[in-house]
C-alpha cells in the first residue's frame, strides 16, 4: 500500500480523520462481491512459509460465512482435501480466545 512506510501519527491522520483508504476499500469490497466472495483477514501456514494479508474468500466457504468475532482454523491435510477440518468459536478477549487453543 501507499502508506506501507509512513509514520504512524500520519497514518492515524490520514486513514482514521481523513478517510484516506475509504475508497480503495469500498472498491475492493465491490470487486470482491462482484466474484461471489468476501474479504477476510487470513493467516496461513505451509511447507512454503507463513503469511498474512487481507483475501478474498468464497461467500459459501468456512471464511466467507464467518461473522462477528469469530474465528476459525482450516486444516488441509492429504485426508481433508478438498474439503478442511474446520474447528471455529468465539474469538472475543483474550480468555475465550486462548481456551479455544
Given at each position: 500500500?501507499?502508506?506501507?512506510?509512513?509514520?504512524?501519527?500520519?497514518?492515524?491522520?490520514?486513514?482514521?480523520?481523513?478517510?484516506?483508504?475509504?475508497?480503495?476499500?469500498?472498491?475492493?469490497?465491490?470487486?470482491?462481491?462482484?466474484k461471489q466472495c468476501k474479504l477476510r483477514y487470513v493467516a496461513s501456514i505451509s511447507d512454503k512459509g507463513a503469511s498474512v494479508g487481507l483475501m478474498?474468500?468464497?461467500?459459501?466457504?468456512?471464511?466467507?460465512?464467518?461473522?462477528?468475532?469469530?474465528?476459525?482454523?482450516?486444516?488441509?491435510?492429504?485426508?481433508?482435501?478438498?474439503?478442511?477440518?474446520?474447528?471455529?468459536?468465539?474469538?472475543?478477549?483474550?480468555?475465550?480466545?486462548?481456551?479455544?487453543?
Amino acid at each position: 500500500s501507499h502508506l506501507a512506510h509512513v509514520p504512524y501519527d500520519e497514518f492515524v491522520e490520514r486513514v482514521c480523520k481523513k478517510g484516506e483508504l475509504d475508497d480503495e476499500m469500498n472498491e475492493r469490497l465491490l470487486a470482491a462481491a462482484a466474484k461471489q466472495c468476501k474479504l477476510r483477514y487470513v493467516a496461513s501456514i505451509s511447507d512454503k512459509g507463513a503469511s498474512v494479508g487481507l483475501m478474498e474468500v468464497p461467500v459459501g466457504s468456512p471464511l466467507g460465512q464467518l461473522s462477528g468475532t469469530g474465528n476459525l482454523l482450516e486444516f488441509h491435510t492429504k485426508y481433508f482435501d478438498p474439503y478442511p477440518l474446520v474447528v471455529q468459536g468465539a474469538g472475543a478477549g483474550g480468555e475465550k480466545q486462548a481456551s479455544g487453543v
